[in-house]
């Protein structure tokens, strides 16, 4: 079998933060902005907490079937999970999406190339 890439988005919304949380991510914002943002394993955390209180982790990830598809979007759910916790930052509505790069259709100029090719 061959190694699949994943990509998984966990989305949700920062809850009860206090005004030192709110004050310490507004300070960390410009390493969390979203023209930064980036597929990793670690996972990368993009918001605008000035704007509104919504946060996206983006999680980039390898199987090599469907099943492990799903279970690199817990992963990345748990993950995501772990990262508010340990900082100590109320969420809710943690939900997540994943996509298998293998299944994606290709974009406009993927076509052309592989039109190319044949």
Do not use: C
């Not at 605008?48 to 999680?59: E, G, K, S, W």
């Amino acid at each position: 079998m061959s190694t699949r890439t994943f990509r998984i988005t966990v989305r949700g919304v920062f809850d009860g933060l206090t005004a030192e949380q709110r004050a310490a991510l507004l300070a960390d914002a410009d390493a969390h902005d979203v023209l930064r943002a980036a597929f990793t394993a670690e996972g990368h955390l993009s918001y605008d907490i000035a704007a509104r209180t919504a946060f996206t982790f983006r999680f980039a990830d390898t199987g090599e079937t469907d099943e492990d598809l799903l279970t690199a979007a817990a992963r990345a759910e748990s993950a995501a999970e772990a990262w508010l916790t340990g900082r100590g930052y109320g969420f809710k509505n943690l939900r997540s999406q994943a996509e298998d790069l293998s299944q994606a259709p290709l974009g406009k100029r993927q076509r052309r190339g592989a039109a190319g090719a044949a």
